[in-house]
């Protein structure tokens, strides 16, 4: 047998596979017990936490396919509203696509494409920060990596092409880029099917695009009202050359740069090695997969140029990330091949996957469990009251977004509306905000500097506002 470490008589395959599984199950739990979120965790959050009608409401309002709403609302109906509840939905897919991407790419492939996989889910950039994230990302990974497992047999197996198929219409309820990446295996699987003349296949796969479609309608009419209603202002940053070439790269970037384009040569030269080496089926179809990310990001260039702005940010390739180190798994599976006997390669392959995973994960602790986020909840939990509001001095709604989830009860005002406030008013500047005390002054107020907080990305100075000649006299 090929493999990368070879089982023996104690430790099966299968037994080595459900191990790793299980220890990166553990690693995305560790991450899930805080709550430090940012403005789209927030926002997410916020809305989960409504009523159902009220989830519903809201979900139609948004811009995304409503199933981590949904999901996210019968978590907190049953477990309780808090952050790990809503971040275990997000590690979730990341532990089903270890335990059940392992163990079908072990049935299809073998036991080091399997073994290597699981190490690529546990440890490559963004895996571990979108895994725990309050969004629909990892449930994104998830059904773009099984409808690419489904893709490998999908030619000869009539199970595996419905599998996809189902696959893909759940990524349509997940994410928009979700099902773009999907597409994309689609459309390389019809090339593949007309360039071999494979009338019968095809066939297969058209009727199958048809059931989709089918099953998909109520989501695509959904998506239909959501970019009608939205078109009017949503974009994101705008698109350039630069961010292009950024984007390519997006895939490999770690927190250190030697790190990420070692990363990025690794793959590159998995991928140019084994189509010089072998062109078997195995290496084409690992290339494919490896370009299924690139071509979502041409389409979603694309798309927004015809458009006339950015639709679209790095961030919505993270489903494809598991298409993508699925191909690098299968490339590498061919390359330790040819070197068999001769396997200098692969303790250099295993420390560089080591040290990513080990980066980001420790990355991803001080982030996940940074004091901040507590010590500003401890703060106001003590010293606000029923009567008090608050104005957030930001360019962009991103602190006063999270104030909606971590405090909801206070209340938000501005100057021109602060004398209505019978307690305490209190100011909050985002750091880099600009001329505080002369907007306060121009409506007879005195800034009282309470101390800095931060949490998660973000960093603020709280004041307490005080009128001119208003009676402070027992205020905290």
Same mark, same amino acid.
């Given at each position: 047998?090929?493999? %990368?470490?070879?089982? &023996? ?21 560790? /991450? ?14 916020? /809305? ?61 492939? &073998? ?28 449930w994104g990974v998830f059904s773009c990596g099984m409808a690419a497992l489904c893709f490998l047999t999908a030619a000869e197996d009539k199970k595996a /092409? ?78 350039s050359i630069r961010s292009f070439m950024s984007d390519l790269r997006f895939p490999f970037v770690t927190n250190l740069t030697p790190l990420s384009a ?12 084994? /189509? ?5 089926? =195995? ?14 990001? %041409? ?60 980066? &980001? ?70 750091? =880099? ?18 101390? &800095? ?24």
């Amino acid at each position: 047998m090929k493999t %990368l470490i070879r089982p &023996g008589k104690t430790l099966s395959p299968e037994t080595i596979l459900f191990i790793l599984a299980v220890l990166g199950s553990a690693l995305y739990i560790s /991450l899930i017990f805080n709550d430090n979120l940012w403005v789209d965790e927030a926002f997410t959050a916020s /809305l989960i936490r409504g009523t159902f009608p009220e989830v519903i409401r809201d979900t139609v309002n948004d811009t995304l396919p409503p199933f981590y709403n949904i999901l996210g609302f019968l978590a907190v109906s049953l477990f309780g509203f808090s952050a790990p509840v809503l971040k275990f939905c997000s590690c979730l897919p990341m532990i089903l696509l270890l335990f059940f991407g392992g163990r079908k790419l072990y049935s299809i492939r &073998g036991f080091r494409p399997a073994f290597l996989y699981e190490l690529f889910l546990m440890s490559m950039p963004h895996f571990i920060h979108y895994g725990v994230e309050i969004r629909m990302y990892s449930w994104g990974v998830f059904s773009c990596g099984m409808a690419a497992l489904c893709f490998l047999t999908a030619a000869e197996d009539k199970k595996a /092409l419905r599998d996809m198929m189902l696959f893909t219409v759940f990524s349509g309820y997940i994410h928009h880029f979700a099902l773009v990446s999907c597409g994309m295996l689609w459309l390389i699987l019809l090339l593949c099917l007309l360039r071999g003349k494979r009338t019968d296949e095809l066939i297969s796969a058209l009727k199958m695009l048809g059931i989709f479609l089918i099953l998909y309608l109520p989501g695509l009419i959904l998506s239909a009202w959501q970019i009608k209603n939205a078109s009017s202002y949503f974009a994101m940053a705008p698109l350039s050359i630069r961010s292009f070439m950024s984007d390519l790269r997006f895939p490999f970037v770690t927190n250190l740069t030697p790190l990420s384009a070692a990363l990025l040569v690794s793959v590159i030269f998995a991928a140019a090695f084994s /189509l010089l080496k072998d062109r078997d089926a =195995g290496t084409l179809q690992g290339v494919m997969l490896l370009s299924v990310l690139y071509l979502t990001l %041409l389409f979603a260039y694309l798309v927004s140029f015809l458009f006339g702005r950015s639709l679209f940010t790095a961030r919505y390739l993270v489903p494809s990330l598991s298409v993508l180190w699925l191909g690098a798994a299968i490339l590498w599976d061919k390359v330790l091949s040819f070197f068999e006997g001769r396997n200098f390669l692969t303790p250099i392959l295993i420390a560089l996957i080591a040290l990513t995973g080990v980066t &980001g994960y420790l990355n991803m602790f001080k982030e996940e469990y940074s004091p901040g986020a507590e010590i500003m909840k401890d703060y106001f939990s003590a010293n606000l009251t029923a009567d008090d509001a608050c104005i957030i001095d930001e360019d962009v709604p991103e602190i006063g977004i999270c104030f909606d989830y971590y405090f909801p009860e206070l209340k938000r005002t501005d100057w021109k509306n602060a004398d209505k406030i019978k307690g305490n008013l209190w100011y909050i500047e985002k750091n =880099g905000s600009e001329n505080s005390v002369e907007k306060a002054e121009k409506y007879r107020y005195n800034l009282k500097y309470i101390n &800095g907080f931060f949490f998660d990305r973000y960093s603020f100075s709280l004041y307490r506002a005080e009128k001119e000649d208003r009676d402070q006299a027992g205020l905290p």
